[in-house]
């Protein structure tokens, strides 16, 4: 090939390359070491001396024009590249968005909140405690001092602080009773919800971690009717007019008398079923009058104040305010049952 001739097949590929990697392609061939210009460099060593001269300086100047040509094409498919790219990225601030779906409250949370509104409602305050609790406030000021057989009512999970069994998880929220009481003269009109672990397997009813909502009062001239009233007060604010309710004799060590709190089964009305145990009656909690003992153990003179405590399953109340027959479904996580509430 003639210098004229490698010169326009160059320019040739160089305007159809139509990309910068295209291009880079197209520069090798063009000026690189197996080019067709090389080619003619090589072939200059076997000239006569007086035609190398103009040879060469007509192969350098194709060299010079090559390059010129690459570098004004090069800038032009790069801009192209560019404009290409910011169009694809441009934000198109008029498109409408559909709205992010946002979540909710889980059941057992909306739940805890109304139970809280029903007592409110009622003139009690809102407590707290903490899930770490220690022994004396989870047993011994309850009345249960060391070795008494009452706390193996409660399967107890410990944390390995201090002495061994000093520290657990609450089993229950009652200890939340002997913080307010510890903290606060009477008169005391408190509920406490929260969460409350225990050793037990999970099947329909029960959970290793559930929540319980705790109620006390301490006042003067409190009587057990006081406490069934509450109780009858509650469950109508909260499962409706529908719902029958009844006390059962029990015993708690924190609380003289003491009852079992239930409900008829929705799921049998009252016939017997798997979530009932066949009893017709679901048990809500536990309640009774304050014990004196306990009343001693917070420094409340048991002759002036009276008092009564109570605690439920929040749990229990959502599965039968919504017919849910399974606990379990509260943490399998599935957003089918979850989406429902
Ligand atoms: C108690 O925990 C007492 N502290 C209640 C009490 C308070 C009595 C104040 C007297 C005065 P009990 O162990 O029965 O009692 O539990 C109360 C309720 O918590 C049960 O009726 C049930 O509704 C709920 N509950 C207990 N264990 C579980 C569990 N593993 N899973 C889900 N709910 C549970």
């Given at each position: 090939m003639t210098p004229e001739e490698v010169e326009k097949s160059g320019l040739l590929a160089i305007e159809l390359a139509v990309t910068p990697d295209e291009l880079r392609t197209v520069e090798t061939d063009v000026l690189g070491k197996r080019s067709a210009l090389s080619g003619l460099n090589q072939q200059l060593g076997r000239m006569p001396a007086e035609e190398r001269k103009d040879a060469g300086r007509a192969i350098n100047a194709v060299r010079v024009r090559l390059t010129a040509a690459l570098a004004d094409r090069r800038e032009v498919l790069e801009a192209d590249d560019r404009r290409r790219r910011l169009e694809a990225d441009?934000?198109?601030?008029?498109e409408v968005v559909g709205a992010v779906p946002r979540g909710h409250l889980h059941l057992v949370d909306q739940a805890r909140r109304q139970l809280e509104d029903v007592f409110v409602g009622m003139g009690y305050s809102v407590a707290e405690g903490p899930e770490i609790e220690t022994d004396w406030h989870n047993f011994e000021a309850l009345?249960?001092?060391?070795?008494?057989?009452?706390?193996?009512m409660w399967d107890t999970l410990y944390v390995k602080l201090g002495e061994p069994e000093s520290t657990l998880l609450r089993t229950h929220t009652s200890p939340v009773q002997i913080r307010v009481m510890t903290s606060q003269p009477p008169p005391i009109y408190i509920v406490a919800p929260g969460r409350a672990y225990r050793r037990d397997t999970p099947d329909a009813r029960h959970l290793p971690v559930f929540h319980q909502i705790e109620g006390l009062v301490v006042d003067r001239g409190i009587t057990f009717g006081d406490m069934a009233g509450t109780i009858e007060a509650f469950t109508t604010a909260y499962f409706g007019p529908g719902i029958t309710s009844r006390l059962r004799p029990s015993y708690f060590p924190f609380t003289e008398p003491s009852a079992e709190f239930e409900v008829t089964c929705i799921f049998c009305e009252g016939k017997g079923c798997r979530v009932c145990s066949q009893s017709g009656w679901i048990e809500l909690g536990g309640c009774g009058m304050v014990d004196p003992n306990v009343f001693e153990a917070v420094g409340i003179d048991p002759e002036e104040w009276q008092g009564f405590a109570f605690g439920f399953g929040i749990d229990r109340c959502a599965m039968l305010r919504h017919d849910?027959?399974?606990?379990?479904h509260f943490i399998s996580n599935d957003i089918r049952f979850l989406e429902q509430f």
């Open positions: 441009r934000l198109d601030l008029t009345n249960m001092p060391p070795a008494h057989p009452a706390r193996g849910i027959d399974d606990i379990r």
